[in-house]
């Protein structure tokens, strides 16, 4: 596909497999609200004339938090009441949720354009995996985004029951410094 060159291969896929798993009327968690950019797409998988469509984001950094809430902003007003953000660890998600997510999505790394100081660990990763694995609804998806060198890769260790998930690993052959994308789909 011509200019898709840009776009790290996962990122069009991850969303995809998104809009297989999500309908409108739905709850999804953005983890790692970031940019907004993800939280905006869920949002836009999920709402609904009703307004039953829902989505939960988090992040540990205020200027993320704006961001997200700017580019919302763009967005419908209708939609925008759709959206919880919280000013929090993505570990503390069962904190906050009121229903079940349907997926779960995770962007391991720094925010875009901010300091590199201010990662995602797996301090903190494993347990939102974790948290995500005991809140998500039977038939959900957890998706993780993790870049080549970051430490949240040890997260590809984390073993889950066969039984319970179906499990899989996404990465581009030829372009060894491409993200990885993880998807884990709970049975």
Known sequence: MP????????CPV????????????DCAIDATCGNGHDTLALLRMVADES?????????IQSSAIESTRCLLEDSSTQTRRLVKLSLLCHSKMEEVLQKAPWLVAFN???L???GKD?????????????AASRVLA??????VLVYVGHPDRTILRVQLAAESWSCCKLERLNRPSAPLLLLLLKK
């Open 138 to 143: 039977p038939g959900g998806l957890i998706s």
């Open 51 to 59: 307004g039953s469509g829902f989505i939960y984001g988090f992040d």
């Open 108 to 110: 391991l790394g720094y």
């Open 112 to 114: 875009p354009g901010g």
């Open 3 to 10: 200019g898709l060159e840009r776009y790290p291969i996962c």
């Open 14 to 25: 991850d969303r995809q497999v998104w809009r297989n798993v999500l309908r409108k009327g």
């Open 118 to 130: 201010i990662i995602t660990l797996p301090g903190t990763t494993l347990p939102a995996l974790h």
